[in-house]
């Protein structure tokens, strides 16, 4: 899919082993953004840059075979290492120098603004999908994800609720992730405490929705994890079953005594 936005600018730089770059835009508009990084050519690596108009307006990330193992923190000015790996990597020039490159990609999205002389900014709405990151047991801490996939421009609003609460704690959210038809995705992660009866979900807003979305999940177990439930709730009400007959029949042999009581007198 060829996207010309008038608002957002992406660049990235595959290593040698995995082919054609990465770019959301024109590669010639990245050319002048130096290289910041060595890295091995046995994995397929990008470096992705992403500049637009609106929040967020910047971003710096290292992807390894998909996945992000480094990002620059503007606000702390300093690299951030998602894996213990990269936690030594740093990029030549710091800061300082990503955001120099930054600066060069701001002028040309002003540039290929003008060439697009005000078209309408292509929108593509994302597909939403919820899932948890391990098998789910009773009372077992696990992480729920909720993924917005193949979305554009990469501006996108993602928030939880829990049994109908807004859910702000245990919250994480990764940057915007460039995929290879330049659209983006984007995961939000919920630390959580499975119990039977709770409702998860996932309320998403994107331009590109006719209306935001909203997906739905509740956890469940395998069957041979609510076997032992079944089973305890099933004695449980047999004793009570029990336990009314017993009741009933000590009542009635009580009627029965004072019957016989109030005879004999």
């Known amino acids: 899919m060829n996207r010309v936005p008038s608002s957002s600018l992406g660049c990235g730089e595959l290593s040698p082993a995995s082919g054609a770059p990465i770019t959301s835009l ?30 967020p307006d910047k971003q710096f990330d290292v992807e390894e075979d998909g996945d992000e193992v480094l990002y620059m923190d503007f606000n702390l000015k300093k690299e951030i290492g998602r ?12 800061e300082a120098g990503i955001s120099a490159d930054i600066a060069i990609m701001k002028q040309n999205l002003n540039v290929l603004k003008n060439l697009s002389r005000g078209s309408q900014e292509p929108k593509s709405a994302p597909q939403i999908a919820m899932y ?26 993602m928030t939880w609720k829990r049994n109908s609460e807004p859910v702000t704690d245990e919250v994480n959210i990764t940057e915007f992730y460039i995929k290879q038809d330049y659209s983006y995705q984007r995961f939000t992660y919920l630390s959580f405490i499975p119990n039977p009866g709770d409702m998860y ?19 469940e177990v395998p069957e041979e994890q609510s076997g032992p439930w079944t ?35």
């Open 201 to 219: 979900s996932c309320h998403v807003e994107h331009e590109g929705l006719q209306d935001s979305t909203t997906v739905f999940w509740e956890p």
């Open 132 to 157: 948890p990151e391990e098998p789910v047991e009773w009372g077992q801490p696990n992480t729920l994800i909720c993924l917005a996939d193949g979305f554009f421009p990469p501006h996108i609003t």
């Open 83 to 94: 894996i213990p790996e990269f936690q030594h990597l740093a990029m030549q020039g710091g």
């Open 231 to 265: 089973v305890i709730c099933v004695l449980g009400i047999i004793l009570g079953i029990i336990s009314a007959v017993v009741g009933v029949i000590l009542l009635i042999k009580e009627r029965q005594r004072l019957q016989a009581q109030q005879h004999g007198i």
């Open 26 to 55: 024109n590669q010639e508009a990245c050319n002048n953004i130096p290289k910041r990084i060595s890295l091995s050519d046995r994995h397929r690596h990008a470096l992705n840059y992403l500049v637009q108009e609106r929040s």
